[in-house]
């Protein structure tokens, strides 16, 4: 297939080309021309497509009143946004990916169902993603400890009244999965779902709801088998000070010693982490993912990106479920890190072609998806079409059009989305499934499925009010 271009950005260098006809076949770019007559109608610029390296694939958090808190009462409080159809809640998410231009996308699957067994489950969001084409990791995001602080939770239990008590202990304490059974699972998922579009990853959910067992279980099947590993780390200020308190030698000096660390490993978030602990992390080849509106929406800090890049560490974007407007607009998320991150004055941390080549490239190698991003012959065919008229719009003088979608570029400018080479979505429509029907029934579900919590939205108030002081004691004492 032949898509004529005006413009080109291959994501291998800094330069764009004008005027190129790129052909695919099978999957895979055949070859780039630069043979094409100018434009005489509408204006295009082809370029790699984006990439996702952190999310959930859960429903929008703030309609079910998780708003304007930390992650420790957010993640809660979101326990009424639980998924009522596995199916429908990943293609909701899947598909909003694919129309903002996503060839990939990280699965760390934080909260299941509970209406079918965990493999059934990987296996309805195995089908989703395969119904709207796009390339997905995917991670059991387990833990075996502090299920609602890190740490004891009796101080906290013990204030609720007897009913608000039963209510939170029914909802998050449960016998934990064994590091056995997780591995064991997490084989069976493979198996099931595994295969050249979906990458199984293993999911620690992070170092303070993981026991040593879970994570030295973790990293030994990673280096066992190649299997990739996708985990939290240490996100909020409460995290940092509970690692400090249970590895006084260092966290992250705990996670290289146990062979944890490696080209193997993703890491969201490490706002908290210290410069030591980056290069740690760097020389390890490990990534970090940030997370720029999220980690806004809860409060938690700005991540040392630009020292993390400056070091040689590998850096990517994710939405986290929780974009500046959570529409999971990606595009937008990169803008966000490049203008927070990019430099200070006159002191450039990267261009905005470079920032672009290597999130991309980055997101990739955390979600497994083949090959670096770059649009070149024997690469796949993922690629995203801008509208340039728009993207340009004044056309005045020439402009570099990488300069300028990272100046006023938005999901609403993608013309079309090819995975794979396949046409996933098209201005602004996911192909695969109806989003339209697909969210109208969600959010009946959801709404039936919100009475169900009732208990549980009158106990908040004092639970919120108790997790607050539990967490900022932690600060203060020694």
């Known amino acids: 297939m032949d898509v004529a271009a005006t413009c080109l950005f291959s994501g291998s260098d800094r330069s764009s080309r004008d005027n190129v006809v790129l052909r695919h076949d099978g999957g895979v770019i055949t070859g780039i021309s630069d043979d094409a007559a100018p434009a005489s109608g509408p204006r295009s610029l082809i370029i790699p497509a984006f990439v996702n390296a952190?999310?959930?694939?859960?429903?929008?958090?703030?309609?079910?009143?998780?708003?304007?808190?930390?992650?420790?009462?957010?993640?809660?409080?979101?326990?009424?946004?639980?998924?009522?159809?596995?199916?429908?809640?990943?293609?909701?998410?899947?598909?909003?990916?694919?129309q903002a231009g996503c060839a990939a996308m990280m699965v760390h699957y934080t909260?299941?169902?509970?209406?079918?067994?965990?493999?059934?489950?990987?296996?309805?969001?195995?089908?989703?993603?395969?119904?709207?084409?796009?390339?997905?990791?995917f991670a059991i995001a387990v833990r075996d400890q502090n299920p609602i602080v890190y740490g004891d939770a009796e101080p906290v239990l013990s204030t609720l009244s007897r009913e608000d008590r039963e209510t939170i202990e029914e909802l998050f304490v449960?016998?934990?999965?064994?590091?056995?059974?997780?591995?064991?699972?997490?084989?069976?998922?493979?198996?099931?779902?595994?295969?050249?579009?979906?990458?199984?990853?293993?999911?620690?959910?992070?170092v303070q709801w993981c026991s040593k067992p879970l994570l030295e279980a973790v990293a030994e099947n990673s280096a066992q088998t190649g299997r990739r590993i996708h985990m939290h780390l240490l996100e909020t200020i409460y995290q940092r000070a509970w690692a400090d308190r249970h590895f006084p030698d260092g966290i992250v000096r705990y996670l290289r010693d146990i062979g944890f660390l490696s080209e193997r490993l993703t890491l969201a978030h490490c706002i908290h982490a210290r410069?030591?602990?980056?290069?740690?992390?760097?020389?390890s080849g490990a990534r970090i993912?940030?997370?720029?509106?999220?980690?806004?929406?809860?409060?938690s800090g700005l991540a040392p990106i630009a020292a993390a890049h400056a070091c040689g560490c590998a850096i990517a974007v994710g939405v986290d479920g929780l974009a500046l407007d959570e529409d999971d607009d990606v595009l937008r998320e990169m803008r966000l890190v490049q203008m927070m991150h990019g430099g200070l004055g006159f002191k450039r941390s990267w261009t905005p072609q470079e920032f672009f080549a290597l999130a991309i490239r980055n997101g990739r190698r955390a979600t497994g998806a083949p090959g670096t991003g770059e649009l070149a012959p024997g690469a796949p065919a993922d690629f995203v079409s801008i509208d340039l008229d728009r993207l340009d719009r004044d056309q005045i003088m020439p402009v570099d059009p990488i300069d300028l979608l990272f100046a006023r570029g938005n999901a609403s400018l993608i013309q079309e989305v090819v995975v794979d080479g396949h046409t996933i979505a098209s201005q602004g429509q996911?192909?695969?499934?109806?989003?339209?029907?697909?969210e109208q029934e969600l959010r009946g579900?959801?709404?039936?499925?919100?009475?169900?919590?009732?208990?549980?939205?009158?106990?908040?108030?004092?639970v919120s009010a108790s997790l607050q002081g539990w967490f900022e004691t932690q600060l203060t004492c020694g």
């Open 54 to 98: 952190h999310d959930h694939a859960r429903p929008r958090a703030s309609s079910f009143g998780a708003l304007g808190m930390p992650l420790e009462s957010w993640i809660l409080r979101t326990a009424v946004g639980t998924p009522v159809d596995p199916y429908l809640t990943a293609a909701s998410a899947f598909a909003r990916a694919a």
């Open 111 to 137: 909260r299941p169902s509970g209406t079918m067994p965990l493999l059934d489950e990987a296996k309805a969001i195995g089908r989703a993603a395969a119904d709207v084409g796009l390339r997905i990791a």
């Open 174 to 206: 449960r016998a934990p999965m064994s590091p056995k059974a997780y591995i064991e699972l997490t084989d069976a998922i493979a198996a099931a779902i595994a295969g050249p579009k979906i990458d199984v990853q293993l999911g620690p959910a992070g």
């Open 275 to 283: 410069p030591d602990e980056i290069d740690m992390i760097a020389a």
């Open 289 to 299: 993912v940030t997370n720029f509106s999220s980690n806004m929406h809860l409060r």
């Open 430 to 438: 996911c192909r695969g499934v109806d989003v339209s029907a697909i």
């Open 445 to 462: 579900q959801f709404r039936a499925s919100a009475g169900k919590y009732g208990h549980f939205l009158r106990a908040w108030p004092p």
